[in-house]
């Protein structure tokens, strides 16, 4: 039954596709060797040097990709290097995002800076924000950026579509484009083969010899009246950051008021793993009934606002458990010491960015959270109610 528990866990929490996956957490993770199979890694610095012949999912504070991935990336990360070639699409979120590989399928990436280098080729869409983008490279197909600068000089296959604060065009663009900014300019260099429609807070511009194909025509409707745009960017960037270290210390107060709690579920969660998903299915579903009922009785609506006010705060709290088991489960099962509440916490972390990034796969991503959800809450329901057949037994 162990057996079983720790395989069904592990296929869960690796998106049902390990047994054939590989995980690697530590705080200094370098891959050398060819993995041939999807790779899981969550570490403070985390470097590739070798092949990933599968999807690669990855959080660290530092994350280097020096070598090609066959399929998806996953990625998030402090600063972050992408030099080898991704044979489909990229999801990225980080404070410094430098993109020098060629990539097969989109790029959807949000971070303080984007740069994507001279000679990279994006075969898919670019869909980014941030507070300064450059994109020096080309796209294939269409282009959507939000960001405090954006500057362009490289080529796009498709439409272009630019909001920000400061617009600097200087390379060329095969589809339609639409340009919003306080500030647009026109480099020597930029071309426009199809229809511009833009707004500037300076009015209409002179587009020189750049229109090849198409007009120019300044749209009033496309004018930003609530807020400026020149912080778009930046402040997208700071509600990442708000977030994350929400999160980071959500995880730190959990681990130190229940550390003990998470570490005994993720035991239980590992040799029990189907009882704790009934359990928290079970929990999920019939806390919603009992509010139901509660609130048909004018005595009871008290404790049916209290119970519903104590789930709210346990759904939204959802991904953090998870986490933290996550982390107390990978310690439990492949190291011999107890790891420290900071290397707990960190790994935690690290486990939150990588599942916020995968719950954005539709449908699957989703509903795997949902399953992962349920044997955490069913393993702490478990845990707690163990603890007090014990004190019951005790008394």
């Excluded at 054939?20 to 060819?34: A, D, F």
């Excluded at 399928?105 to 990279?120: H, P, S």
């Excluded at 939000?146 to 663009?173: D, P, Y």
């Excluded at 198409?214 to 930003?224: C, F, H, V």
Aim: net charge neutral.
């Amino acid at each position: 039954m162990k057996t079983i528990g720790s395989i069904t866990w592990l296929a869960w929490l690796l998106f049902a596709l390990p047994i054939y996956g590989q995980l690697q957490s530590g705080e200094n993770v370098i891959i050398t060797e060819r993995t041939n199979q999807d790779l899981y890694v969550a570490g403070g610095t985390v470097t590739i040097n070798a092949p990933i012949d599968g999807d690669l999912i990855v959080a660290g504070g530092t994350v280097t990709i020096n070598d090609s991935v066959s399929h998806d990336i996953l990625l998030g990360g402090g600063t972050v290097f992408l030099n080898g070639y991704a044979g489909d699409d990229i999801r990225c979120a980080g404070g410094r995002i430098i993109l020098s590989g060629s990539v097969a399928g989109d790029v959807i990436a949000t971070g303080g800076t984007l740069d994507i280098e001279r000679g990279v080729v994006i075969s898919g869409n670019l869909i980014a924000s941030g507070g300064e983008v450059k994109l020096d490279g080309d796209v294939q197909g269409l282009i959507k950026v939000a960001s405090g600068t954006f500057t362009f000089n490289g080529k796009s296959g498709n439409n272009l579509e630019c909001r920000g604060g400061k617009i600097i065009i200087n390379g060329m663009v095969e589809g339609s484009s639409l340009l919003a900014g306080d500030y647009i300019e026109i480099g020597p260099e930029a071309r426009f083969n199809k229809a511009v429609k833009y707004w500037s807070k300076e009015g209409s511009i002179d587009f020189g010899k750049s229109l090849s194909g198409g007009n120019a025509t300044l749209d009033p409707t496309l004018e930003i009246k609530n807020g400026s745009w020149h912080y778009l960017g930046f402040a997208s960037f700071l509600m990442v950051l708000w977030y994350l270290g929400t999160a980071l210390l959500m995880i730190g107060l959990i681990q130190y008021l229940f550390k003990g709690t998470m570490r005994n579920s993720a035991d239980i969660v590992k040799n029990f793993s189907l009882k704790s998903l009934g359990f928290g299915f079970l929990f999920l579903v019939g806390i919603p009934v009992a509010i139901a009922v509660a609130a048909l009785s004018v005595i009871a609506i008290p404790v049916a606002l209290l119970l519903f006010i104590g789930y709210i705060t346990i759904i939204l709290l959802g991904t953090i458990i998870v986490a933290i088991l996550i982390a107390h489960w990978i310690n439990n099962t492949y190291y011999q010491s107890e790891w420290s509440s900071v290397r707990i916490v960190l790994t935690s972390f690290g486990v939150f960015v990588f599942l916020k990034l995968a719950s954005l796969t539709p449908v699957i991503g989703p509903l795997i959270m949902l399953l992962l959800a349920c044997m955490a809450f069913g393993a702490i329901l478990q845990q707690v109610t163990l603890k007090r057949s014990e004190v019951v037994a005790l008394t």
